[in-house]
């Protein structure tokens, strides 16, 4: 394996908190040593890269991504997803089980995997399904799944509406150590919403869900969480009424964390103007003071991570009124990017950033990735934090192109991806 | 007379000069709708292509009628019927339709914002006969022309609407035309059928109906949309009748001369006393179908006159 040496850095280091300008030595794949500018690096690498004073950061490990194998290969493949993620930094991909038919078996996890190891550049961890075929009827092969490698267990935006079913698979779950990830969300009064409540919502005449659904999922959740003692983790907490539910079962103790995505930190319920489905998600965009409050949730440390949520969809299922339009967005080329914009508002520092985009999520997944250590996986992005430039949806490396951010004035781009120490991205 | 607009989708895209040109044409038709000689000819040579996604009668018989009064060759299309079923979407929809060169093409959708979606895809003028919850312009501008011509103006006054907010696009194009017009709104219904954030709106919102329509001029009854309910909105309708239907009684607490209108079809004995609406001396439900068919043709004339426009400057250009 060869030494490389990137020098003339700035070296973001989440869990110091620090950037500070240096080298660093990658050997066998993981960090071997990070140095001072100048100082010597013993026997001379195979390959020095000049970073141009641009930042060097842990690479992100986006929880939530979905790639749409198998059963929709035509709008994802791990291929296509794998190449976005390169160019978007992002060094892994747990991928979400809600393909069609659902990550539910050993089996089908095996050709996900398999599947995943041929096409990526990147790495990726496949999580499976908490319930069989994602119905919330029947908890799936847990044992068998964790064997075969599944990261995490979550039936992504369904909600496990049963709390006996959900309590015993979270039970079953905690035996295990599992990881499992839901969706906070009171699906009574969530069914068939494509907005939030509220005077936006009232004005273009959508059906639309309360805030407080999303108070009232979490709430249940914490409940069951203090019954069974699982390890849990809320995927998108996305409005200020959440948020103490979520201080106080943290301040408990319970083993609980929360993810917001990045559509939710930098967009608002009034950018959907004129019906644009391509900023329909799931839950949907907020309201501003909502977006504000979890911004600072994220600076405080209280949502922990942040998520593209990359979800494609072709265009006939965006192109269709808005209540019938698909819901969803593709975000891990634009994830980097769009958070910078929350650095360049001075909102949250660099460090801060990294902590909820590469180091919590590692964390949480039990990985040693995310790190700006000696001894850490060297899976890093180097990226200029100040390059403007004007999205274009067409030159995405998605198959989808389904993008909110078309268009949109960006400052921020990622000028080379290292997974293990080898160059998986490199911009032109 | 300005009137700079390719589209009629809602109330919202329209300045109070707009309403005010459309009333003014309108008026014209109505009195003209009155003679023998009901026919013109602004629409000659066009064709008009009236596509119902949602099962209408009246909207769709007054555009028709509209149309034909105007010389235009109308079309009707339950849509339905037809394509839905087969999966075709509304963009395909739209590519077929474009193929047709209608030059007028009034759609009614059940989904809120179709009507934008479409009228981004086709090359004609597309006018709204009501998409989802969102908006029904013409709807609210006959309502507009029935009051000024009852009251004698659109401005100033004390208006109620009273019912399903929540479910109504009704309700909707008439608090943005009526705001528009500088007139004091009042919503009237149980909190279940309130839209959220609708205090936002600039109006006053009543449970108490006898409260809400204290010294009204205009009570603007909605249609108890049970088609559209999930379920659970109201207890029951003759508790909702007796606490939200217009009767002699509560219209009492109006001003003496409060007129009493309603979009139709209406729920004898759920919204509205059967006698009330029949009783000529308030209500004007009648001249509001009537109105109906000349706001349609006023629209209908003004969006042909800048089509005709267009093509002539593209003529020019080419």
Redesign the interface.
Known sequence: MTRTLITNAILIDPEAGTETPGSLLIDEGRIAAILPEGAPHGAAPAQVIDAGGKHLAPGIVDIGVKVCEPGERHKESYRSAGLAAAAGGVTTMATRPDTAPAIDSPEVLEFARRRANEASPVNVLPMAALTKGREGREMTEIGFLMDAGAIAFTDCDHVVQSTKVFARALTYARALGALVIAHPQEPGLSV?AAAT??????????P?V?PMAERMGLDRDIALLEMTGARYHADQITTARALPALERAKRNGLDITAGTSIHHLTLNELDVA??RTFFKVKPPLRSEEDRQAVVAAVRDGLIDIISSMHTPQDE?SK??????AASGAVALETLLPAALRLYHSGDLDLPTLFRALSLNPAKRLGLDAGRMAVGAPADLVLFDANKPFVLDRSTLRSKSKNTPFDGARMQGRVLATYVAGIAVYEAE | MSFDHTHLLGI?PLAAHDITTILDLADQYADRGRSAAKHGDALAGLTQINMFFESSTRTQASFELAGKRLGADVMSMAMQASSIKKGE???DTAMTLNAMHPDLLVVR?P????V??LAEKVNCAVLNAG?????HPTQALLDALTIRRAKGRLHRLNIAICGDIAHS?VA?SNIILLGKMENRIRLIGPPTLM????A??GVEVYDDMKKGLEGVDVVMMLRLQRERM?GGFIPSEREYYHRYGLDAEKLAHAAPDAIVMHPGPMNRGVEIDGELADDLRRSVIQQQVEMGVAVRMAAMDLLARNLRARQTSKAVMA
């Open positions: 068939g409540s509220g005077k936006f919502a009232s004005l273009y005449g959508l639309a309360s004129g019906y006939e192109r269709l009124p808005f209540e019938e | 919202e979407t509304l963009i959708h989904h809120s914002g179709a934008d979606l998409d989802g919850r969102h908006e696009r909707r839209p959220a954030g609708i936002e709106f999930d």
